[in-house]
């Protein structure tokens, strides 16, 4: 399962990116509005292309397919290895119908069901996002849909990769991989605690403890 990186921030793009760990970000209106309103949409865009040098996705604001479709044609303007993240709309499922025959990448966000993964998929969707998190937020098991859904792409040989979205916490990173999402997206926070565990810590502790013990030792032994 590869790790891409859900954020619009360029400070938490480079840290984990110089990790090597991820391999893409995914962004969206929200976190586009939660950064420095002085640079420009498209500026932002492309240095986060810059960074990560992979995958991006752009979200589009338009409801409408052929409004959809002009702020495709201008985001690949800017780069054209982007990624429109498109919502599971019927206009939404027309735009991408049409993206996928201009062989321009599409990833359908805000997949709650895995009737709109289908969907999704059918319409030529690329990429199908389901949104872990915001189902588990309602009381429905997010990570069940997500099984259903990776055992239909298994049985069906479904060839668009899916994405666990809306990562809340480790547990869903494990068990997205567990089910055999192709990516996970996941926030800094949750990534980064996800690297945690305080025996790590304390391992590091003790062998530096027990180093500088051995030198201690070494330098009293070179005296006598
Ligand atoms: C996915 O591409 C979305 O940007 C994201 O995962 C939404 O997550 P949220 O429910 O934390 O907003």
């Known amino acids: 399962m590869e790790l891409f990186l859900d954020t619009a921030n360029l400070q938490q793009i480079k840290e984990v990116a110089e990790m090597g760990i991820i391999s893409g970000v995914t962004t969206n209106p929200t976190l586009i509005a939660k950064e420095d309103p002085s640079v420009s949409f498209k500026q932002r865009i492309l240095e986060i292309y810059q960074i990560v040098g992979g995958h991006v996705s752009v ?14 044609e201008e985001i690949i303007s800017w780069f054209p290895e982007a990624t429109i993240k498109i ?32 969907a999704a998929h059918q319409a ?25 859904i990776c055992e239909i792409w298994d049985v069906q040989g479904y060839d668009s990769l899916i994405i666990a979205a809306s990562i809340r916490n480790p547990i ?26 305080p025996l790590t810590d304390r391992g590091i502790e003790l062998f530096l403890q027990d180093y500088d013990k051995f030198i201690t030792e070494r330098q009293k032994s070179m005296l006598i």
């Not at 338009?62 to 002009?70: L, P, Q």
């Not at 199908?128 to 099984?147: E, H, P, Q």
């Open 124 to 148: 030529g969707a690329t990429y199908v996002s389901l949104f872990l998190g915001r189902l588990d937020d309602i009381a429905y098991d997010g990570i069940a849909v997500l099984n259903d």
């Open 59 to 72: 979200e589009v604001v338009s409801t409408e397919k052929d409004g959809m479709i002009r702020e495709a």
């Open 172 to 197: 869903h990173i494990v068990e997205a991989a567990r089910a055999g999402a192709d990516i996970a997206t996941i926030p800094y926070n949750v990534l980064m605690q996800s690297l945690k565990n």
């Open 87 to 118: 919502p599971m709309t019927p206009q939404g499922l027309s735009a991408v119908k049409e993206l996928s025959k201009r062989e321009i990448p599409t990833n359908v966000t805000l997949i709650f069901s895995a009737t709109q993964a289908i």
